[in-house]
């Protein structure tokens, strides 16, 4: 008996012994399961998702995305700025060139000019209805500053007051050759009436201008000078006008022309400006 007995005891210890290490065996699996687990991602649509919980950046991160926030406000305000900028010189340069508009407009506009003299003012008011080419030949001529500064070449008293040759020889290369076609005598040559001069040729108006001190109609009209305005203030300066005429007219249109009309006539009267009112 004793023989089975210790084969028994043997027996029941081998099985505690494998039954232990089986144990053991289970429990370190189990760790290392749990370990696996832990590092597996977690779902981005989950709350435990570290992109989702982390809302504040680390330090060196938060001093990133303040360098960020800051260049972006900075970037935003010059955007702005230069915006306000842009619409103000836009709004600037608007308000200037509709200046320069109104005041060309304005001059295109008046049909009155006066001649500033040496001897007073003499204004005058343009007719589109009695010569409408003149008139706007004329406007021209004035906005050029052609008459600033010419003589009153040729004052015949009982006659005609003239002038039309510029005190800048350029302005007279430039104009003296742009004539306008004639036009019919709507308006006939009475006193005060202003009319361009011309030769025998047909459209051969240009610059020379006269003034009628008398009624000249019936030498003048059938000639064909039309009138295009007439004197509505200071027909009495006209009338006061240096008597006096320079027939040197191609000489007194070239350079140094002016000085020898001075030196004949140094009396002699001159527009200082003229201009539209």
């Known amino acids: 008996m004793r023989p089975v007995i210790l084969f028994a005891i043997l027996l029941l210890a081998a099985i505690t012994f494998i039954a232990a290490g089986c144990l053991e065996t289970e429990s370190e699996s189990d ?33 990133e995305s303040a360098v960020d926030e800051a260049a972006e406000e900075e970037s935003d305000e010059s955007e702005s700025t230069e915006d306000v900028t842009v619409e103000e010189e836009s709004e600037g340069k608007t308000e200037g060139e ?10 295109a506009e008046s049909n009155i ?47 005609v007051a003239q002038c039309g040759v510029a005190a800048d020889p350029a302005l007279n290369e ?3 050759e742009a004539t306008i076609k004639d036009e019919p005598v709507i308006k006939g040559n009475v006193r005060g009436t ?7 040729l047909p459209d051969s108006r240009s ?11 019936a030498k ?35 350079e140094g022309g002016l000085e020898k009309f001075k030196a004949t006539f140094p009396d002699a009267d001159y527009i200082k400006r003229a201009y539209f009112k």
Not at 41 to 60: F, K, L, R, T
Not at 194 to 200: L, P
């Open 31 to 63: 760790g290392e399961a749990a370990t696996f687990s832990q590092k597996q991602p977690v779902d981005p649509a989950s709350p435990d998702d570290p992109d989702v919980i982390s809302q504040e950046p680390e330090e060196g991160d938060a001093e």
């Open 98 to 107: 509709e200046g320069v508009i109104d005041e060309k407009e304005k001059k």
């Open 113 to 159: 000019v006066v001649f500033e003299t040496t001897k007073g003012d003499i204004v005058v008011e343009l007719h589109e209805e009695w010569a409408p080419i003149g008139v706007a030949h004329f406007k021209e001529l004035i906005n050029a500053g052609f008459y600033d500064g010419a003589p009153w070449f040729r004052v015949l008293d009982g006659f």
């Open 174 to 176: 430039k104009w003296g």
């Open 194 to 200: 202003i009319v361009y001069g011309k030769s025998s």
């Open 207 to 217: 610059t020379h201008i006269f003034i009628n001190f008398v009624d000249n109609s």
């Open 220 to 254: 003048l009209d059938q000639q064909g000078f039309s009138a295009f305005g007439e004197v509505i203030e200071g027909m009495d300066v006209a009338d006061s006008l240096f008597s006096c005429e320079f027939r040197d007219q191609p000489g007194l249109a070239a």
